[in-house]
């Protein structure tokens, strides 16, 4: 079955790490995002990624950074940096057609704790 | 810049009950509009869309029309169940300089009692 996976579903960190959250998406979508959901705020774009070996700032990127070396992967890593990274952490990915507004698909999320 | 505005929860109601959320955007052009759900613990799940004026979305018993005269893309349910109970989030996704973004509201929250 085609889809996004996110991996783990909980992560806990002691403060001073860094730690590296996985999305991985047999779609074969080219365009990949990275979310932060906390409670009454709705999804934050932290990075997002329209193509292979590249990738933007969303709103909120501070701290953390990500790579796109192949188009199936889009890693984030959340640095000690992040002064409050306890969150859920969505990824998406959707096909990127120009002049066609589509739809994204998320993953199940992963749900960082700084301990 | 684009944005997306709907109603704070949390919104109670009892099962059968009618179920409106209320979404507005702000966008040039002509955005697509999305209503995603999300269940406890889980991502977000795509409940329905629409990609031009007057065009109805509609899954698993909820409509919304896109309504470009009222900038809206409101939510509806005739009869809500236990089950649908979940937070909801609508969404555009407009092309802008080249790229793509999904611009979500804040969500609002369902609890459906029996």
């Known amino acids: 079955d085609g889809g996004i996976t996110q991996s783990p579903k909980y992560l806990f960190r002691k403060e001073g790490q860094n730690v590296t959250l996985s999305c991985e998406q047999n779609l074969n979508h080219d365009a990949m995002y990275w979310y932060r959901q906390d409670p009454g705020q709705g999804l934050r774009l932290i990075y997002y990624?329209?193509?292979?070996?590249?990738?933007q700032k969303g709103d909120i990127a501070e701290g953390y950074s990500v790579s796109r070396e192949k188009k199936e992967s889009f890693p984030l890593t959340v640095t000690s940096a992040q002064k409050n990274p306890t969150a859920f952490y969505l990824c998406?990915?959707?096909?990127?057609?120009?002049?066609?507004?589509?739809?994204?698909?998320f993953g199940q999320g992963t749900r960082l704790t700084v301990v | 810049g684009n944005s997306v505005t709907q109603m704070e929860g949390p919104v109670t109601l009892s099962e059968e009950a009618f179920l409106t959320i209320n979404c507005t955007y702000t966008?040039?052009?002509?955005?697509?509009l999305f209503w995603y759900v999300q269940y406890p613990g889980e991502g977000l799940q795509l409940l329905l869309k629409a990609t031009k004026a007057d065009d109805k979305g509609s899954n698993k018993g909820f409509e919304a029309t896109y309504r470009k005269e009222t900038t809206s893309f409101h939510l509806e349910k005739g009869s809500v169940q236990v089950s649908d109970s979940a937070v909801y989030f609508c969404a555009l996704s407009r092309a802008q300089g080249g790229s793509e973004k999904l611009v979500f509201g804040k969500g609002t929250k369902l609890t459906v009692n029996p």
């Open positions: 990624s329209q193509i292979v070996n590249d990738f």
């Open positions: 966008a040039t052009g002509y955005p697509s």
């Open positions: 998406a990915s959707r096909i990127s057609v120009e002049g066609l507004n589509t739809e994204a698909f």
